[in-house]
Nanobody
Framework: QVQLVESGGGLVQAGGSLRLSCAAS????????MGWFRQAPGKEREFVAGIRRSADRTRYADSVKGRFTISRDNAKNTVYLQMNRLKPEDTAVYYC????????????????WGQGTQVTVSS
């Protein structure tokens, strides 16, 4: 059974940093593109960042561009999201997702999802 397990969330002050990790198991990780999404209370799930399986291309939502960096280590079956200069509006549950030939902003086109990790940014 495929599992994606996020970690690294927590409470941080505005301007601070966090690094999220998402470890995959029972998945041929190197064959999947990966994405990070977030969902704040009362809001739709929104795309944050995506990375191709070969890690040669990445894409970001405008709201995080220049502050967040997505990366992956295929040898460790793990994708990361480095989040810098965090803002209160970044508060959300963050999810990683695996997509077969997809790393874009449409949640419905991903094949597998993690359970999420809470990120709270205080002002």
């Amino acid at each position: 059974q495929v599992q994606l397990v996020e970690s690294g969330g927590g409470l941080v002050q505005a301007g601070g940093s966090l690094r999220l990790s998402c470890a995959a198991s029972e998945l041929t990780f190197s064959r999947y593109d990966m994405g990070w999404f977030r969902q704040a209370p009362g809001k739709e799930r929104e795309f944050v960042a995506g990375i191709r399986r070969s890690a040669d291309r990445t894409r970001y939502a405008d709201s995080v561009k220049g502050r967040f960096t997505i990366s992956r280590d295929n040898a460790k079956n793990t994708v990361y999201l480095q989040m810098n200069r965090l803002k209160p509006e970044d508060t959300a549950v963050y999810y990683c997702a695996a997509g077969l030939n997809y790393w874009g902003p449409s949640p419905g086109l991903y094949n597998y999802w993690g359970q999420g990790t809470q990120v709270t940014v205080s002002s």
